[in-house]
């Protein structure tokens, strides 16, 4: 009876094997080496807006522009561009020749329509004052209501990516992902694996490698072995605590590469507790950035002084290296009227006790251990910091709702490649979900509108923006971020784009 | 006569259909009030799960509240859902846009090729451990069967699969630590299942033999002078092997517990992987069309272990008739 019992339970085995959909692809083809890229972030369908990052990462999809390493636009499928003097009228010319993985053209109307679903899409686009999308014979035209000058950098996002026309149903969803790019999807099964294989009819050299696939791999233990023992040739998002380890390893190099996010503590300055500006710098003061970043981050040089980190050249202030003062720290909020109650906790004049809650979430690992650290260090200055560690969603509907007290996040100010369109959302009047919350300047206003037009002097406008987030801390800025890369050396050709639009797998080629 | 045919075959027959479609029904109202009551946003949690927490902020999750109709009455919303399964629609994802039932067909292929590799592998591992284990009650294997059997099913699912990564991928480096393309991704995950169900069916068939081995009818098959051989696969096995089959159904629980937490921790993008991200994400359609699968899954191997244990001991289906 066992026996046939284990058949029967063998025999469901093997019915199952099929439905996996495909036969493993290295078996399709074999002697065609894939490049194994592993990686944590999930993608979810076929829209750009959700998955774009990985289709862009993979080489699949393009846009019309890229960014070069200082995030400035360069051509990818628009060949040049142009902006009327009033700034309202940019002119993109498409490369000729481009095909899509499906055969058909790139024409100016393909172009128009991918851009028309972004700017209808939860994508950075959708954000642009954008009048009218237009296609002429051989160029895209994008009519503003408004000028806005970081458009270029807006189409070098993967949401603004060019789909053929074949990839959208007739409601206008994105059934397939139809691209430009040098590697075309061979097998899409979302969230976790995508395997690309090369097209032969890409615009640029033909690529090295023949196949790649990218596989979600969320534990950042199960990646570095993956890379270690030899099943990950491209490993990404490396944890701190591992990199140390895998350098020793003789099969990688490992590459660090400062990447333009910002771990920030965003405070409610429409609250009891951090209105005064004062509050906020009492704060920024007993924060030990230099702790924070060695202990847990494995790189004081992490440590966070401001907003921008060196690599955001015209944002970052040349400035003195971060210091503790817990000294100055309660100086400023004795000043604010907080002084020590009976237990240590800072009361105010009414008895109410500085208690306050600090949201924060899982997506980066190092959160909540940070927020961990926050609450110590806060503690020695009479502040009693509680952490709730939940979905990244609280923060944006706590902001909205008013309920949000504080909250410790990762923010990326590069996700559009000019960091102005993100401040311009993030600490436009009264806040913004992923920025300031009840705080408005008006001269930070008046910088950022400024670099928003077509005249002025950009550079002296950026200085004062970052001088005024310094100043006025709506946000407190905590560490900064680097990307931690471990290459196979079985790989020749790899570099790490800081801004992490691509892998840059067209310049890879098999070492051994 | 007609009375007699109705009572004894259509009545079960009838029973055993009207229970899928009451379980579809249950599963579908619990995972939506479930949703419903928990903490947190709908359509800001979607939108984080959709755009990430970049570009997851309110005028994201005002655009999906719009395309999705959240505002509408839960009660709308339900009566929606109950309308489309008549006509056997699950409906679409709410993160990917994909449809519920094409989603869960792929997810559905991994996880039952996972578990067709557990169940069985388990079942080798416990099983004839339990029989050696109870042929000789107290004996040196029985103790260490017990020893270990405690110290599986102690150790968390999770642990269990961290110690496996770290002697098989990270001291030996002989086997993936994620990943599912070929036989060697299997094994780790499978294991990891296989060993906590072992560890239970090992002492269920312990005990079970244990009782076996002790009744009158093994010593009268003896005293028959019946060669052992004949004595253990006759009447041993066969006797011993129904609560055994009823607990490889029971297992099936533990399996979908096991397989939430192994799924995850390996990068399986199965059943259990997909549940979880549902929940998260408050992806109602795939929180229901889930539940649904594993809530039939689980009438389907019911009503299988039932007709096995029929067939096995037939003083059963006299008793009922």
Not at chain 1, 81 to 109: C, I, M, N
Request: some cysteine; aromatic content about 6%; proline content about 8%.
């Amino acid at each position: 009876m066992f026996r046939r019992s284990l058949g029967i339970l063998g025999t469901a085995a093997l019915l199952a094997r099929p439905a996996l959909g495909h036969a493993p692809t290295a078996a399709r083809r074999p002697g065609e080496r894939v490049l194994r890229v592993v990686a944590p972030f999930e993608f979810a369908g076929p829209d750009p807006a959700r998955s774009g990052h990985v289709f862009a990462r993979m080489g699949v999809g393009e846009m019309l522009l890229g960014a070069d390493p200082e995030g400035r636009p360069v051509p990818m499928l628009a060949e040049c561009w142009s902006t009327s003097p009033d700034g309202l009228l940019h002119r993109f010319v498409l490369r000729p020749g481009v095909r899509f993985h499906d055969g058909s053209p790139l024409t100016a109307e393909a172009a128009a329509a991918s851009l028309r679903h972004a700017h209808a899409a939860a994508s950075p686009l959708s954000r642009v004052p954008v009048a009218a999308i237009e296609a002429t014979s051989d160029a895209v035209l994008i009519r503003l209501s408004r000028p806005f000058a970081p458009l270029p950098a807006v189409l070098a996002n993967y949401a603004s990516m060019i789909l053929a026309p074949a990839a959208y149903d007739e409601a206008g969803r994105v059934r397939a992902v139809i691209g430009t790019g040098p590697f075309r999807v061979e097998r899409f099964s979302p969230p976790l694996q995508l395997d690309v294989e090369r097209f032969e009819g890409w615009w640029g050299p033909r690529p090295a490698i023949g196949r790649a696939s990218y596989l979600v791999v969320s534990q950042g233990e199960a990646r570095a072995t993956m890379a270690e023992s030899g099943h990950a040739d491209l490993t990404m998002a490396l944890q701190p605590v591992t990199v140390a380890r895998l350098r020793r390893s003789p099969r990688l190099e490992v590459l660090t590469v400062p990447v333009p996010r910002t771990r920030i503590l965003k405070l409610n300055a429409a609250s009891l507790y951090f209105a005064d500006q004062r509050v906020r710098h009492a704060l920024s003061l007993a924060v030990d950035r230099q702790g924070i970043a060695t202990a847990l981050l494995r790189n004081p040089a992490m440590a966070a002084d401001q907003l921008f980190p060196p690599t955001l050249q015209g944002w970052h202030l040349p400035a003195p290296p971060p210091r503790r003062d817990l000294g100055m720290a309660r100086t400023l909020l004795a000043e604010a009227g907080w002084r020590p109650g009976p237990d240590g906790i800072l009361v105010d004049a009414e008895r109410r006790r500085f208690a306050c809650r600090c949201t924060t979430y899982i997506n980066w690992p190092e959160l909540p251990p940070i927020a961990t650290a926050l609450q110590a260090q806060f503690r020695e200055i009479g502040i009693d910091m509680s952490v709730v560690i939940g979905n990244s969603s609280d923060i944006p509907r706590g902001h909205r709702d008013g309920t949000l007290e504080m909250a410790l996040m990762a923010r990326n100010y590069a996700l559009v490649p000019d960091p102005l369109v993100t401040l311009l959302q993030d600490f436009r009047p009264g806040g913004g979900d992923w920025g300031a919350m009840g705080w408005s300047d008006a001269a930070l206003d008046a910088a950022l509108h400024a670099l928003s037009a077509p005249e002025g002097d950009p550079a002296a406008a950026r200085q004062r923006a970052a001088g005024i987030l310094r100043e006025a801390l709506p946000v407190i800025p905590i560490a900064w971020s680097e990307l931690g890369v471990a290459i196979s050396r079985d790989l020749a050709g790899v570099t790490v784009d800081p801004y992490e639009t691509s892998y840059r797998l067209h310049d890879i080629a098999w070492a051994r | 006569m007609g009375r007699r045919f109705l009572d004894r075959f259509l009545r079960p027959v009838l029973m055993r259909l009207v229970q899928p479609l009451l379980v579809a029904l249950i599963v579908g109202a619990l995972g939506f009030a479930l949703m419903a009551v928990l903490p947190g946003d709908q359509a800001f949690r979607l939108a984080a799960a959709r755009y990430g927490p970049d570009m997851g902020d309110a005028a994201a999750a005002a655009l999906v509240r719009q395309e999705l109709g959240l505002d509408r009455p839960w009660a709308v919303q339900f009566l929606d859902w109950v309308g489309r399964l008549v006509r056997l629609d699950l409906g679409h994802s709410l993160v990917t846009g994909e449809p519920v039932l094409q989603e869960l067909t792929m997810q559905l292929g991994y996880t039952l090729a996972l578990a067709g590799v557990a169940l069985p592998l388990s079942a080798l591992l416990g099983l004839p451990l339990g029989l050696l284990a109870g042929l000789q009650p107290g004996g040196p294997v029985d103790r260490i069967m017990l020893g270990l059997s405690v110290l599986l099913r102690a150790v968390p699912a999770y642990a269990l699969g961290l110690c496996l990564v770290t002697v098989f991928s990270i001291h030996f480096g002989w086997l993936p630590p994620a990943g599912f393309e070929g036989w060697r991704e299997f094994v780790l995950p499978a294991l990891t299942l296989a060993l906590g169900l072992a560890a239970l069916s090992a002492r269920v068939a312990r005990d079970s033999v244990a009782v076996v081995a002790a009744s009158p009818f093994m010593a009268f098959a003896r005293w028959k002078g019946l060669p052992e051989r004949a004595v253990v696969l006759r009447h041993g096995l066969r006797n011993a092997a129904i609560p055994v089959i009823a607990l490889l159904g029971l297992q099936l629980v533990g399996l979908v517990e096991g397989l939430v937490i192994v799924e995850s921790l390996f990068s399986w993008p199965g059943i259990g992987h997909a549940l979880v991200h549902a929940i998260f994400a408050r992806d109602v359609p795939v929180v229901q069309g889930t539940a649904l699968a594993l809530g039939l899954i689980f009438v389907l191997v019911n009503a299988l272990v039932d007709l096995a244990c029929a067939l096995i001991d037939p003083r059963r289906a006299r008793a009922e008739t």
